[in-house]
């Protein structure tokens, strides 16, 4: 549901899931789009269906029932509903494009791609569907194309909610940012905090806290969970600790985490800005793919330096980088689309030296497999302050 959606849908929405709806379409409508965002898949497209058997002229009940069918992946569902909400709106602009993402899905790029094109003559300041035709153009080799359309994104959306910045960087099209913006994190973090307690080909989590028990002394720490997201890490590491506190950017993977009740502390934060203020004030600070987002990692090196007390240990993770460049944006093009970097072995020796922090460890790991299964490699690191 897009934001104009979300505000229209506020009023109506705020009804209790006991309340007897009948058959008002509204109140049905309403109520399934709040199942969804509770992720009550099987109940949101009840409840929306029976808005749309009660009201079939509403475009924005067939728009929301697609939604609700891609994320179960019903794709050729989806696909009927997004045509049944343009057949009511024929320049329903976010149907046109989400129409186009089903296609993509679904292997029919042409068809994708004029759905894209449909969607922005509708609406010609789409970010979304310019960032959409970037990827696909992307993905057919014509690099040149991407890139116009990425520019397109950025002068729609200055804020830079989709990381083209770092994909601008992938295709040679552009310098590589300092970090991914704060608008693509949560962005990102908000659609993944709903499947990501669920992702076993993910190891940060468990990385971190196996090195942290390995390296760490007997007794009870003061811990840091820098980019915490659901609390993974913190679960594992919380028989560890004497006191725990998350810092994460993403207000919905705070709200998971929060749910977990394993943090003495959470707060919703930069992670630098949160090391700089907080001297002399932890014994160990956890960041599981987390620095990921980062290219340069002097100012987080130094800021933990600055936050760990003595013998204090900073675990993290990050994807590795070989070659002679210190970091790059990542050349896995999955990778560079969740704003990753890359980071080289002697790149994170010298900087730790730098810094005054001493290398306990640095291993090459499997970070993560991709869809496909491949092994995603990476570094583990354990720096130690004096």
Known sequence: MNRKQRRANQKASQVPAVTAAGDDPVTLHAMG????RAGQLQAAARLIGRAIAAHAQMPDFHYNLAIVLRAQGKLTEAAASYHRAIALKPDYGDAHNNLGNVWKALGERDKARACFERALVCNPDNADTYYNLGILSGDD???????????????CDPQDGRGVHVLLAYLGKAGAPLHTSHAHILK???????????EDAYFGARLVANALREHAVPEKL?????????????????????????VDLSPAMLEKARAKSVYDRLDQADALLVMSQRANSYDAIL?????????????????????????G???FTLFSLAGEENFAVSANYRLAQSGCFAHSNRYVRQLAKDCGLAV?????????????????????????AP
């Open 33 to 36: 789009v709040e199942a969804f």
């Open 141 to 155: 080799g014509d690099t040149g194309a991407a890139a116009r359309y990425f520019q397109k994104c950025m002068e």
């Open 188 to 198: 990102l973090y908000d659609v993944r905090s709903r499947f990501w307690d669920n």
């Open 222 to 246: 003061n811990v840091l969970d820098i980019g915490c997201g659901t609390g993974l890490a913190g679960a594992l590491v919380r028989p560890l600790a004497r006191r725990l506190d998350g």
């Open 287 to 311: 960041g599981a793919a987390v620095l990921i987002h980062f290219g340069d990692l002097t100012p987080i090196f130094r800021a933990a330096r600055n936050c760990l007390r003595p013998n």
């Open 313 to 315: 240990l900073f675990v």
């Open 360 to 384: 306990d460890a640095l291993r090459n790991v499997v970070h993560e497999h991709d869809p496909e299964g491949n092994p995603i490699p990476g570094l583990l690191a354990v720096l130690r």
